[in-house]
T-cell receptor, first 114, second 111 residues
Framework: GAGVSQSPSNKVTEKGKDVELRCDPISGHTALYWYRQRLGQGLEFLIYFQGNSAPDKSGLPSDRFSAERTGESVSTLTIQRTQQEDSAVYLC????????????FGDGTRLSIL | RKEVEQDPGPFNVPEGATVAFNCTYS??????FFWYRQDCRKEPKLLMS???SGNEDGRFTAQLNRASQYISLLIRDSKLSDSATYLCVVDTTDSWGKLQFGAGTQVVVTP
């Protein structure tokens, strides 16, 4: 497709379960970002990929969070042993290699932990 | 100090009026600047890039002030549909080209 695609669009799960969120960036975009946004709050940076490498993991809130990217394309964000405070919208964005290119966002995954 | 700072607002603006707000950044070497808008419960969408000479897109004007390290966004003839949160984005000049988002400025246009 032409844009960033995220799946699932909505996820409801019980506390303690693991969840996996997927992001398909725009074809050819080497930079990929994951953000978290709680209701009524700003974007919270989680992790950034350049190609398949993650030079900046500084935003991951705990060791329950991990992410990987393969083939310089699809990325998955995994949250283990989910907690209620993990409830948020998880947004993925991609951009071209050079730093003066803007990010393009997917629609996000709305995660609700019961 | 945060790398990118914005007044959270809200800026309450009568329809048809002009509103302007700034975004300050801490890295004097930053080269790339953008404004995004985010509607409630939606993803951020690119509004416009900010060029060093300033640029205009319809009712929207963006300016860059390198000396004082801020960018601004001005909206003329505000429409109800302009109500949104406006996010400032600045590159961090790390070797990887990472972009940094501000927390956003909320604008509410009233009839």
């Amino acid at each position: 497709g032409a844009g960033v695609s995220q799946s699932p669009s909505n996820k409801v799960t019980e506390k303690g379960k693991d969840v996996e969120l997927r992001c398909d960036p725009i074809s050819g975009h080497t930079a990929l970002y994951w953000y978290r946004q709680r209701l009524g709050q700003g974007l919270e940076f989680l992790i950034y990929f350049q190609g398949n490498s993650a030079p900046d993991k500084s935003g991951l809130p705990s060791d329950r969070f991990s992410a990987e990217r393969t083939g310089e394309s699809v990325s998955t964000l995994t949250i283990q042993r989910t907690q209620q405070e993990d409830s948020a919208v998880y947004l993925c964005a991609s951009s071209a290699l050079v730093s003066n290119q803007p990010q393009h966002f997917g629609d996000g995954t709305r995660l609700s932990i019961l | 100090r945060k790398e990118v700072e914005q007044d959270p607002g809200p800026f309450n603006v009568p329809e048809g009026a002009t509103v302007a707000f700034n975004c300050t950044y801490s890295n004097s070497a930053s080269q790339s600047f953008f404004w995004y808008r985010q509607d409630c419960r939606k993803e951020p969408k690119l509004l416009m890039s900010v060029y060093s000479s300033g640029n205009e897109d319809g009712r929207f004007t963006a300016q860059l002030n390198r000396a004082s390290q801020y960018i601004s966004l001005l909206i003329r003839d505000s429409k109800l549909s302009d109500s949104a949160t406006y996010l400032c984005v600045v590159d961090t000049t790390d070797s990887w080209g990472k972009l940094q988002f501000g927390a956003g400025t909320q604008v509410v246009v009233t009839p």
